[in-house]
C-alpha cells in the first residue's frame, strides 16, 4: 500500500524567507510523485512531479522539489515567499503504470508581510 | 480555453433529493476522475473511468454512480442526499502520469 504523510498542517514564513513543505512517503515499488497547489475556491493545481527521471524537479512559480529515496523523501522548496504563495499544498503518491492517486492531508501555507 | 470544466459551481439542497454534477474535459485524457473535499481539506478518491469502463471504485455509499458517456465526459448522479454529503467534489482528468483538476463544485445539503 501506498501513502504520504505531510509534516505541519500549517506553516508560516516571512516573505522573502525560504519555503520548506515536507512530504514523506511510503511505497513497496519506486513511486511517481506530485506536489499540488490548491488557491482558495480553486481546484489543485500541479506543480511539479517526479517521475523517475531527475531526482530534483523543477516546477511552476519557483517551485523544486527533490526525490530522496534513502530519506523517503519529496519536500517542497522555495527560496523566497511571496505574498501570492498563500494557499494549500498537497503532496501525492501513485504507483507507476497505475491510475490510483493517493494524497496527502495538505499543508497551509501563510506568507507573513 | 477550459480544459477540466464542471457544472454546477455551487449546489444547495436538501436531504432525500437526488441531484448530478457534470464534468467534461478537452484535454484527450482517456482517464477521468472524481474526488472528495471535506471541510478539513481531505482529498480522497471516489471513481475512476479509463475509455468509459470502470477501473477504480473506492468505498462509497452505493447512492453515488458515476456515468461516463464518452471519454470526455464523467457525470456523477447521487440518490437519497444525506447531510453528510456535503464536501466539495472535484472532476480531474489524467494519465498515469499527472491529473488535471476541474475548478471543484461545492454541494451543501440541508
Known amino acids: 500500500a501506498q501513502s504520504v504523510t505531510q509534516l505541519g498542517s500549517h506553516v508560516s514564513v516571512s516573505e522573502g524567507a525560504l519555503v520548506l513543505l515536507r512530504c514523506n512517503y511510503s511505497s513497496s515499488v519506486p513511486p511517481y510523485l506530485f506536489w499540488y497547489v490548491q488557491y482558495p475556491n480553486q481546484g489543485l493545481q500541479l506543480l511539479l512531479k517526479?517521475?523517475?527521471?531527475?531526482?530534483l524537479v523543477k516546477g511552476i512559480n519557483g517551485f523544486e522539489a527533490e526525490f530522496k529515496k534513502s530519506e523517503t523523501s519529496f519536500h517542497l522548496t522555495k527560496p523566497s515567499a511571496h505574498m501570492s504563495d498563500a494557499a494549500e499544498y498537497f503532496c501525492?503518491?501513485?504507483?507507476?503504470?497505475?491510475?490510483?492517486?493517493?494524497f496527502g492531508t495538505g499543508t497551509r501555507l501563510k506568507v507573513l508581510a | 480555453d477550459t480544459a477540466v470544466s464542471q457544472t454546477p459551481k455551487y449546489l444547495v439542497t436538501q436531504m432525500g433529493n437526488d441531484k448530478s454534477i457534470k464534468c467534461e474535459q478537452n484535454l484527450g485524457h482517456d482517464t477521468m476522475y472524481w474526488y472528495k473535499q471535506d471541510s478539513k481539506k481531505f482529498l480522497k478518491i471516489m471513481f475512476s473511468?479509463?475509455?468509459?469502463?470502470?477501473?477504480i471504485n473506492e468505498t462509497v455509499p452505493n447512492r453515488f454512480s458515476p456515468k461516463s458517456p464518452d471519454k470526455a465526459h464523467l457525470n456523477l448522479h447521487i440518490n437519497s442526499l444525506e447531510l453528510g454529503d456535503s464536501a466539495v467534489y472535484f472532476c480531474?482528468?489524467?494519465?498515469?502520469?499527472?491529473?488535471?483538476f476541474g475548478p471543484g463544485t461545492r454541494l451543501t445539503v440541508t
Open positions: 517526479y517521475t523517475s527521471a531527475a531526482t
Open positions: 480531474a482528468s489524467g494519465s498515469t502520469y499527472e491529473q488535471y
Open positions: 501525492a503518491v501513485s504507483r507507476p503504470g497505475t491510475y490510483k492517486y493517493i
Open positions: 473511468y479509463n475509455n468509459k469502463e470502470l477501473i
